[in-house]
């Protein structure tokens, strides 16, 4: 509620692309995103809106970690567009090994169109400033038995998760994700 109304007055500054707690995953976690042209441009903001007082919303006593990262779409990534995709959204990020992540644009690419024809990609990015070597990826489905049934589809037909891939990640995990009543994206 806090994070909200704070949200009223920031977004006169800047407006969010999306806004979402974990439902499944690690819990009590909030993930707000923020689209910038670029690092200059979010400093600038984030200045401005710190200097008129209406940001950062009075939500310190919940925080106990707070973990920022700057992310790049690929160039391929849609882009994130307010409007009803999900409610539900996962989230996997994955920490690759060094020099695989070119490797793993490549497979994508060739296999993404035919895996959005069983549901949308939300959007996928590099970290560019924050965790090294870290692809996110989110994407939106009705409901948790939708995700499982395009899931299993794309790996029985091959689809997806394109070929190639698992040796060039060290990690991966997931996360489901709901949107705030005031998310763009919801």
């Not at 909030?30 to 979010?42: F, K, L, T």
């Not at 070597?133 to 299993?152: A, C, E, F, M, N």
């Not at 037909?157 to 990640?169: D, E, L, Q, S």
Request: proline share 9%.
């Amino acid at each position: 509620k806090r994070f909200e109304e704070a949200y009223e007055k920031r977004k006169e500054f800047s407006e969010l692309a999306a806004f979402f707690y974990t439902e499944i995953g690690p819990l009590n976690q909030i993930i707000h995103i923020w689209p910038y042209e670029d690092v200059n441009q979010r400093q600038e903001i984030r200045a401005e809106a710190v200097k008129s007082g209406v940001w950062p919303p009075n939500i310190a006593e919940f925080i106990q970690h707070q973990h920022v990262e700057i992310m790049m779409p690929w160039s391929f990534s849609p882009e994130l567009t307010p409007g009803n995709h999900g409610p539900f959204y996962e989230m996997r990020s994955y920490i690759c090994k060094p020099g695989s992540i070119p490797a793993t644009q490549e497979r994508w690419q060739t296999k993404l169109e035919e895996r959005t024809k069983m549901s949308p990609l939300g959007a996928v990015f590099s970290v560019d400033i924050g965790t090294a070597l870290k692809i996110v990826h989110l994407w939106p489905y009705q409901d948790l038995k939708q995700r499982s049934d395009v899931r299993g589809e794309a790996a029985e037909k091959g689809i997806w998760p394109p070929k190639g891939g698992g040796p060039g990640f060290f990690s991966q995990e997931n996360k489901i994700l709901l949107p705030a009543s005031f998310s763009p994206m919801q």
